[in-house]
């Protein structure tokens, strides 16, 4: 008898991740999943929340766990997944997060723009599906929700998910924010399948209902927190500097990494060679390039370069109204004297903006409750629930950012 | 009233750390010290354990905080500490790794090779005392031991200090490894002073032992695993050879940072600017580094350099007796045949050496019980007792490292 | 130098507690407070969460750690408090619940109705500050707030007191129930004294919305958990049964304890004597009774006896309208047919009620938030807040209870 | 298709529980296991520890919870375990304590001389097969280790036995003493049958030294406290007493519960009608005869009664060499000056005795690691290992115990 490959990793969240199945392995091999190991997952948070380190190669492993213990689950309960199934919903999730560039929700909108990190997973899936000669195709399936069980996408991406799941999870281990933790066990043990659908019983209505609580107070106590807003905001202000005044030759700008490309010939079309190079980035090359601009004679990206590195980050504010524009002129002027900058300069040093607690995912789907007389409901319509539209509507407020 | 400044920081490990002074926030802001922000605590241990990419950073505040619970708790018991003493000795462990080097076990050795981190650290103090108008002569005279209050030094420094009270506690805690928890807590409340010394209630004995063997699986399970070591050894000789071969003028070899400096014009003397210099230096550098050099044309600079990016490491193996030199001389051959190398080349990507479980700090100084009839004896004299030859005497194992 | 006498507690929830105060140690010692001992936090609870056996004892000690580090914070923000105001708050809270019985919420309507546990705790604390000659005198006026600083006895009742934070981080822990984790350690740190009232720093706001739902969830899941709710009617309904058969001299209704006088002769007036008997009254007692009616003759009596010896509980439904009474009926018809008895022994059988959320504490009083700007709001008028209608509004639900 | 019945517990320690099989619910449902809901597992430690007042019923629970896992883990290592053996060893585990009485290692001696708890177990075991028409047969042959597959009894009895797995991690858990946690999961992920023998793999050998370790400080610190120990020999004491002055018709003696036979008529044989009585007790019928006994004219009795009831215990002195007999002769004489009592009455109030660590289960077996190269050895022949003389040898301590 052959011996089957079996490694066991330590995770302080879990406890152990069991990986048993050659194609998973070889996921995790590749040096394009390697990378995530180089990316935090929570980007600055860990300025304001020193522990929030870790990577997006642990969250995704974490997400993997969860995947093994919802699959036992629904197994448990007769769910119909077969051996194929089980693999492919499993590699789909170590790959959910694959296109992510670093600091990826900040920088999604500047080195790449227009391209999505889904787009980019799944452009990154199918290059890996051919390098497996095509052991990822019912994967990729399911990843895009053309399968015909649709639990199984839902399990991936869903009110519901592991990725949400873990993410929530781990982000508030890591952070020390006990407000965000979710009965995830809990949450897993409820799972059934109901036509075809990823349901929750009845007796985990109030799991769900500090699922949602949980990723509220994880909305504004980290992901919108002041100061994490204004260091992502710092960053994208820098590499829209640099955008504006590249000019190529210009020595000091160089980087050594698939940063330049990005910043300078990109075209826009994420081809073969440009996904290579995309698949390259990791945060080194950004805190490096930041490193190298705090040298640059361009006071504007030096001031921001050397705030990032040792933060001294943007002052913000955050109200319901909008500033006045009055008011921002004012200190537009003064940070224009203060540091002996132009107006255009100064615009990088001082600005507004809104943010929104769906800047991660969207707040579209249901939640459906199977109750025990077999009726499905939407959460929001149990009775005596907290969900309602204070919780899911998206929230704007609006922020100013003023470097001192 | 002037208010107090004050700030409480999340900790996943003991829930809040919190600041309320102004030279504990000064030394805090000052870039020397976030740096450490962007030094892992645990170097490549990240590789085995995903979890463990906390900083030092993260450590050295959780030190602070321990020695805020050490104070309280002497101060109940009736030991004279006074307000300049608190403030000294918090700014003292604040500062204590703040000489830590990227990857610092492993590039010490290469990178200032005969400068010691502590020295360093010293040094900083003295850097930043300057800066700070003398507020750090009374932190810097207990970190050198020189102050007439024996026991402030030894809660920095000795058997039992709040630095191994942190790592082991924060470095269990990041890496999953649940053997190595504490009872941090307990030996906190069992620290007296005695004779103007630190010691331990006698029921604290068995916190101790615990304390004691913790230490030890932490040692063999995490920090010389055999592929923690590997890794390790990959950066050693990744830098090695980047130092063999270095030519003034060779571009590929540079890498706009201060590594460019360390491994070329140094001359071992650090002074004021090499000292600037070193402060500059982050785990980015290191990584971009060796991101550049695997794209270097010497095959055993890329080969490491790939290997290291993609997890690609040296098999090692771990024996107490040394290897036969027949049985290393034919795998260097095999080595070189494989990859079309010299018999120079292959050293760096075979070799032996010998690893000790005293690496990080020698177990030199003794943890005295205070007994309940006033009498002081060194753990390792109590009847019954754990404590004994093996887990004291250093031990030595033999290594070999393959790349294949 | 007279030994400060010092004791430390272990406490699986906050690690350790300490005493070092005389008087601390001399209410802890007496025996109206070691009967805490015995009398289980949550009562039948058990039956369902088999963790659920932690003490009342340990509550109030739990809550006289949580005064401890309050006191502290408060202090550390320039609030005044004196020794002796800091140990009268702190005998205050370890003595908050002494006057509970054994299974309070459900034995307080039928052991000593129209006596409330909070009379009792504190006709027991001017007996005991008769034994400790006065000085629990300042303790008294704190806990019936009469002291002129109402933020003590706010720390000891209140919306956010130390008796709540400590009995839902203490339910949760052992119940195993992670919804109703609170952040405590947080809430601790955000208290502050305005106008001499306990209130809430801003920044606290989500970790009181947080304590809210997690109370709320506590409420549905344990408290008001519908088989819960059934062992603590059954109980009730086996005192009625005792009571409505009593007649003197009956031997296999005696117990050999101060349940014989309750049940029997006792007049209503909790006269010293009276009280002297309550304060031996302990869970054995109930269960000992139990025990003993099992073998009575009396139908009912025996059958709900065994139920409850047994976990052979009553099914239970809840639904927000009230049952139809000819439901009832035939309910009712068919138990009397099923263990041939009387329709007045079967309406101890089969009963309909109303369950409400507010059975532990009401929700009338305000949670006020400092904001920055020294202003002052409760928590409900905040923006964009969970705290709604919902949440706060007592809700009620019809039960039935039936034994089969 | 019909429905399985399936039912989770929540666990503080574990999370949930799941039930799954209408062999064990019925075990679950029987009167001799929810018997051991009204048993403290850890007895009379509760009064060092607080929080050590969890039931035997959930100890027994969570072994079931980690053979369940065990089982999981083998069988996915290719290990042959029938739907059949899994029941019955699980079935075995559950009912593996049942003959527990209540304060079982200290009442063992003196209620029923001579009958240990294993036998009891093993004969109620047989009583319930006749109940369940042969449903246990298989789960008998297990527990009595005549199956033909010996690693299924190591499971439940063995140096890594779930039993122990579970009472060290619980008993951790509730007590609060850290030091006792040992690495379950590890330990689970580790085991393996080889030869039909069950192993731990080479990897677990640090998590098995914890595992020994924690053992070990779980007895000096917790089970062989100075304080608990006084504890459970006062209750051997008051039972001892009983009989001693046992008459009939010493009404005041009397308890109304079982108690009364097992001092009484009890002859030693335990047949069918002793069994049923003996399934009857537990600590409700000890705490209630302890009260009634305080009020007997006896005065050793109600002396050493009051003391349990008020947490007035013996106050107890641990040393290594036994008491000198003058010593011992001066104490008892001034406790019968002191409580005017005779010579006989005051050997209740002073006596000395051996303590041992073995106490509980002997160091008799072996714990095998299975090395990567095939090789089998005993964990302490295994190379710089702490498991040696000192660990594995029992401990003799002498103590004396005087009420004052």
Redesign the interface.
Known sequence: ?AA?Q?K??????Y??I?I?HPLIFSII?H?YY?RL??IKQMAMA??V???A???R??HS?GAYHLMNNAVIELK???VDISPEEEVAVKAAILLHDVGHGPYSHALEQVLVPDVHHEQLSLQIMHTLNETFNGELTLAIEIFTDQYRKPFLHQLISGQLDVDRMDYLTRDS???????G?I?Y??IL?MLVVHNGQLMIEEKGI??V??FL?AR??MY??VYLHKTVLAAEKMLVKILERVRAIYRPGDDALY???AVDFFLGEFNGVMNAAALDKFC?L????I??AI??WSLHPDKALSLLCHGM???QLYKTRIQ?APFEPAYIASQLEQISKRFHISAEESSYLCFTGEATNTLYKTIDEKINILFKDGSVRDISEV????I?Q??SAP?KKNYICLFR
């Open positions: 008898m089957i079996r066991i990793i330590n995770d302080p969240v406890g152990f069991t048993n091999s040096p390697q190991r180089r860990q300025l929340y020193p522990g380190v870790h990577t190669l642990h492993l448990s309960k007769g281990f890591y952070s020390g924010v006990s407000e933790v009965g066990d809990r043990k109030y799991s209902e500090k609580v509220r107070q504004w106590q980087t050594q990494s390259s990791d945060d080194h090359d805190m490096h490193k190298r590195l040792n933060r319901t009775d005596n629930t907290l309602h204070n919780l929230v």
